[in-house]
């Protein structure tokens, strides 16, 4: 997005080519030269603040230390270790950083993601309409199709000259392949779900396709009448039980407003593999694709979802969901009832009986 300075480890960003638009439509999109490393880090900190994105990467794992220098947006740098910090800074909970080659960034600003491209496919599968992919990289660019943006998020990007990227663990929907000077394989990838219209080419490298094995019911033989979630507002923390065993635990990010994350017991009546979440009123505004692994537990969008925007879990950040990362908000719906299949990746649940799980949402103080 926008363009990072040089350094050792980090990788330098490659500036937009002209401005967005028509004349991108056909331009093949190649994959950066990531980092080699197992473990990545990349600045998250401008996904959702799109004229921002500056950091600083520090000499010691202490906001009062030297800076080494300035870090931009989607720079993406080795993760070496998370230590905890030197002296702690009472303006923020999370004490976690990581340590670079070129020294230390406060974890928060960084997304984990890996670096590992896929052999895309030559075509839809057969008798399909299209199929989920995962993004599996750092990032990935896109060339949008239409000619003018109609999301909120397209139009924001436009307006401050910025590349539009999918991000690592984004899921999308992908329902043509073509390939491009005879080498280049790219995907025509959308919003199944949530879709206002905008629709982009990108390299299929970057994405790999879900299989069966990714939407498979968790502990399936357990009575779903004794599963719960808990989620405890004071904790940012998020608990499944069956009966009174706790089966798995996470931190989460809940709603920065008192009460955006509505206390009570709820029932889980959406679930989608992938969808765009928006929202323009007085308390909210925002638009984000992509946005995976979502479990609907209240009538008006708050959902436990996978988010890429932040890496500050155990702390309040969201407009009122519950955030968590990707691969917990993954265990979370193939365990949750009900049960989402792979071809819709999308189920709505009416029946108030039963048959779903309850989300417990409960605050301590």
Not at 170 to 195: A, E, P
Not at 258 to 267: I, R, V
Request: proline share 6%; aromatic share 10%; with cysteine.
């Amino acid at each position: 997005m926008k363009l990072a300075g040089l350094g050792l480890g980090a990788m330098a960003l490659r500036p937009l080519t002209s401005r967005l638009g028509n004349q991108l439509k056909s331009r093949a999109v190649l994959l950066p030269d990531f980092p080699q490393a197992d473990l990545l880090g990349r600045n998250c900190t401008a996904d959702t603040n799109l004229s921002g994105g500056k950091i600083e990467l520090k000499t010691r794992p202490d906001v009062n230390s030297a800076a080494v220098r300035d870090v931009y947006r989607d720079e993406v740098f080795p993760w070496l270790r998370e230590v905890s910090a030197e002296n702690l800074d009472f303006n923020l909970p999370n004490q976690r950083w990581v340590e670079t080659p070129e020294g230390y960034i406060h974890s928060l600003y960084l997304q984990p993601c890996r670096n590992l491209p896929n052999t895309p496919l030559s075509g839809v599968p057969d008798g399909q309409a299209g199929f989920w992919v995962e993004v599996t990289v750092p990032y990935v660019d896109l060339i949008m199709e239409n000619s003018t943006a109609v999301s909120g998020w397209m139009q924001d990007h436009i307006f401050y000259n910025l590349q539009p990227r999918m991000y690592f663990s984004q899921v999308m929907w992908v329902d043509q392949i073509r390939t491009l000077d005879s080498r280049v394989v790219q995907y025509h990838v959308c919003d199944r779900y949530g879709n206002p219209g905008d629709l982009y080419w990108t390299e299929g490298a970057a994405f790999r396709p879900l299989t069966q094995e990714d939407v498979s019911p968790i502990n399936p033989d357990v009575d779903p009448a004794t599963k719960k979630i808990v989620v405890n507002v004071s904790y940012q923390t998020l608990t499944c039980k069956e009966g009174d065993r706790e089966v798995y635990f996470c931190r989460v990010s809940t709603g920065m407003q008192e009460g955006s994350t509505p206390l009570g017991d709820h029932a889980i009546w959406r679930k989608l593999i992938s969808v765009r979440m928006a929202a323009n009123t007085v308390a909210s505004s925002y638009d984000l694709p992509g946005i995976s692994w979502t479990t609907l537990f209240v009538g008006d969008g708050v959902a436990i979802h996978g988010a890429t925007s932040h890496n500050d879990f155990g702390t309040v950040r969201s407009h009122g969901c519950v955030n968590c990362k990707p691969e917990d908000a993954k265990w979370i719906f193939r365990w949750s009832q009900p049960v989402v299949g792979l071809e819709t990746g999308e189920i709505t649940w009416n029946d108030w009986t039963g048959g779903s799980t309850h989300v417990i949402v409960e605050d301590t103080f």
